[in-house]
Nanobody, 119 residues
Framework: VQLQASGGGLVQAGESLRLSCAASGSSISDNDMAWYRQAPGEQRELIARITSSGSTEYKGFVKGRFTISRDNAKNTVYLQMNSLKLGDTAVYYC??????????????WGQGTLVTVSS
């Protein structure tokens, strides 16, 4: 499977962006999908995940501001980001993986899209 993330860009604090991740090569309808991000000088971290059945989980610092969703007919996953903060500046990665117990195991990574939040 190949993952193409898009929708990143430069926004001001408080604004919104919607990231898209279009999958090709195979259907992702049976996969658990996720968004990770990597801020400058930081480790890559999981921020949101959605199971094949549509159950979602978020890291605390994005809960209430970000929404992960999927459209299996379009083979696409989205990340709606509202009330963006300076600390949300990062490269955002779309991931195909598996939820096993309480953990998410990434299998395939997209190329990342840069989100820059300015004051």
């Amino acid at each position: 499977v190949q993952l193409q993330a898009s929708g990143g860009g430069l926004v001001q604090a408080g604004e919104s962006l919607r990231l898209s991740c279009a999958a090709s090569g195979s259907s992702i309808s049976d996969n658990d999908m996720a968004w990770y991000r990597q801020a400058p000088g930081e480790q890559r971290e999981l921020i949101a995940r959605i199971t094949s059945s549509g159950s979602t989980e978020y890291k605390g610092f994005v809960k209430g501001r970000f929404t992960i969703s999927r459209d299996n007919a379009k083979n696409t996953v989205y990340l709606q980001m509202n009330s963006l903060k300076l600390g949300d500046t990062a490269v955002y990665y779309c991931v195909v993986g598996r939820v096993i117990g309480n953990y998410y195991y990434p299998d395939y990574w997209g190329q990342g899209t840069l989100v820059t939040v300015s004051s």
